[in-house]
């Protein structure tokens, strides 16, 4: 059975209409997490914190959808990078 990694991550944002970072280099990772439970419960927590500040912006990235195991390895994967 693959593993469903979820990835928290989140950053003042420009505009808060958009999805454009202030500063990429200032993103906070909060973690990976096994389940959508537990980056759920992490999301939820830093939204929580950060809920005075407009332009804060949390988000979920589903890791396991970003990879396709049928699908042929890129030039770079393919390298070993």
Known sequence: ???R???VFGGELVDPTKNVFKD???IHVVGIFPD???AYDAWK???????????MRYYIAHL????DEKAAASST???GS
């Open 1 to 3: 059975m693959a593993q």
């Open 5 to 7: 990694l979820h990835l």
């Open 24 to 26: 990429v280099e200032d």
């Open 36 to 38: 959508y439970a537990s």
């Open 45 to 55: 927590a830093e939204a929580q914190r950060t809920v005075d500040n407009a332009h």
């Open 64 to 67: 396991h959808r970003l990879r």
């Open 77 to 79: 994967e393919e390298l």
